[in-house]
């Protein structure tokens, strides 16, 4: 039976269009940049040896595959719903919609929880006269970092931006460092050609551009402004793809230069691996300043992942999805401080029962099951004739939709699938982490429904819930 296309909201006035191409692109560099190669390019290295690089290839290249999927179902949907809607719409249940929402949702948390192992190492220590003790510190930044959240959206993106521009600038002083070291004839490029693993070398591989992976997350984020971009369908394609390039070119020389410049027994063994590059530097660069970036980097992290969160709790209880207590706003800040204080006791929980390699870990995992449903999820809206939302024009001009090769959503499909396999060497903590968070969500759902009688919403409302 076919399910009648409904609107949540349907009287209210639609997003205002007013991002164009350019900013597009500055917000997918942004929302990639971040504590993923600040943070993991030692626990990548422990993986593969010297060849810290070649991880953060193929995670470039495998992202881009996602990607092309992306881009044609924001072509086909340019709203702001992301994986939800797109699932929602192949599959038409409820309940997995809301899986992949939830999954979304509980990756951010993850991800702000590694952000504050990250936050508690050896960047921190570089600033401080006196030890932390790691648990302390990252209890310490949550706490900040929720501050923040209450406090309002719009002072929480102020400071993005500047963050997002510290951790560039952070990131750029690496790569000029080993721009230097080349010139002056420093370092052992060599070393950056050595391949080196405990077990087989293409398992080594794999389970390293798993972990890389986490660095190149945050891209699926910049599809929740598909529905305030100027021209969504012919901008959007241009930004994703030429914002990965960037990102990943800027980390493929921030991995060489790691390499190169520094022993790979000292970068596993650090939590601050960039900070060691630049104590061996010949380009003097304070060290207390470059772990400052670091920690304002890995501070940008965890903020963009938990305003999202939090905002995916905040909508779906308001579409009845889970319960409605977790929608309950702040009367004088106007913020969702029940879903804020939901993810936040998620966090602290989850920082003192996983290390920053396990948790950056789990990330990866809710991620890649997500764009494993996105590639097939596309494969198959191309299978039925499109809706009257997913044809026309944008303010009046018609757009020609970005198609991917068919290839590019298929073999994504099955690399999300094999990179979420055991092959990677992921330890079953992992899993069991990943599947106890998913069963947080199955009870909130059941729980929900036993009071409520259902979800309170169609499939439509429950796919653009992840709006908040």
Do not use: C
């Not at 626990?43 to 290839?57: D, R």
């Not at 570089?126 to 790691?134: D, I, K, S």
């Not at 590059?277 to 920690?295: N, S, T």
Request: hydrophobic share 55%; no cysteine; charged share 15%.
């Amino acid at each position: 039976m076919t399910q009648t296309t409904r609107v949540p909201g349907g009287d209210q006035p639609e997003l205002r269009r007013t991002i164009g191409r350019t900013v597009l692109l500055l917000f997918v560099v942004g929302d990639i940049l971040g504590a993923g190669i600040y943070a993991l390019t030692g626990t990548v290295a422990e993986q593969v040896g010297g060849a810290i690089w070649l991880p953060f290839l193929l995670a470039f290249a495998l992202a881009t595959l996602t990607a092309t999927a992306y881009a044609e179902l924001v072509a086909r949907y340019p709203k702001a719903a992301g994986a939800a809607l797109y699932a929602n719409r192949a599959f038409r249940r409820p309940f997995l919609t809301f899986l992949v929402a939830f999954a979304v949702m509980m990756s951010g948390i993850t991800s702000a929880s590694a952000a504050a192992r990250a936050f508690g190492g050896d960047y921190l220590a570089e600033l401080l006269p006196f030890g932390v003790p790691t648990l302390v510190a990252a209890w310490v930044f949550l706490g900040l970092i929720t501050v923040v959240n209450v406090l309002g959206v719009s002072e929480s993106v102020r400071v993005n931006v500047v963050l997002t521009l510290v951790e560039a600038s952070g990131l750029l002083v690496i790569i000029g460092i080993g721009v230097w070291a080349l010139a002056h004839g420093d370092g052992d490029p060599s070393r950056a050609l050595d391949l080196h693993t405990d077990g087989p070398a293409w398992m080594g591989v794999l389970g390293g551009t798993a972990l890389a992976f986490y660095a190149l997350l945050g891209f699926e984020d910049s599809v929740n402004l598909a529905e305030e971009a100027r021209h969504p369908r012919r901008d959007f394609p241009r930004a994703l793809f030429g914002g990965l390039a960037v990102a990943g070119a800027i980390y493929l020389a921030v991995a060489f230069t790691a390499s190169m410049l520094v022993e790979t027994d000292v970068l596993v063994g650090s939590t601050g691996p960039l900070l060691e590059v630049v104590r061996v530097a010949g380009l003097a660069f304070p060290p207390w300043l470059f772990a400052l970036i670091a920690l304002l980097a890995v501070m940008n992290t965890a903020l963009i992942n938990m305003m999202m969160a939090s905002r995916l709790v905040y909508g779906m209880s308001r579409e009845g999805i889970v319960p409605a207590a977790l929608g309950r706003v702040h009367s004088r800040r106007r913020t969702p401080v029940v879903a804020i204080a939901f993810t936040v006791v998620l966090a602290l929980t989850l920082t003192a029962t996983g290390d920053l390699g396990g948790l950056a870990d789990t990330t990866v995992l809710l991620l890649l099951l997500v764009f494993a449903v996105v590639n097939v999820a596309v494969l198959v809206l191309r299978r039925r004739p499109a809706d009257d939302d997913e044809t026309g024009t944008v303010d009046g001009d018609r757009e020609r939709s970005f198609r991917a090769p068919t290839w590019a959503p298929v073999v994504g499909a099955v690399v999300s699938l094999a990179l979420a396999s055991p092959l990677t060497g992921r330890e079953g903590a992992v899993y069991l982490r990943a599947a106890v968070l998913l069963g947080i969500g199955v009870v909130l759902y059941v729980v929900n429904r036993l009071l409520t009688g259902g979800t309170g919403a169609t499939a439509d409302e429950d796919a653009t819930a992840a709006t908040g």
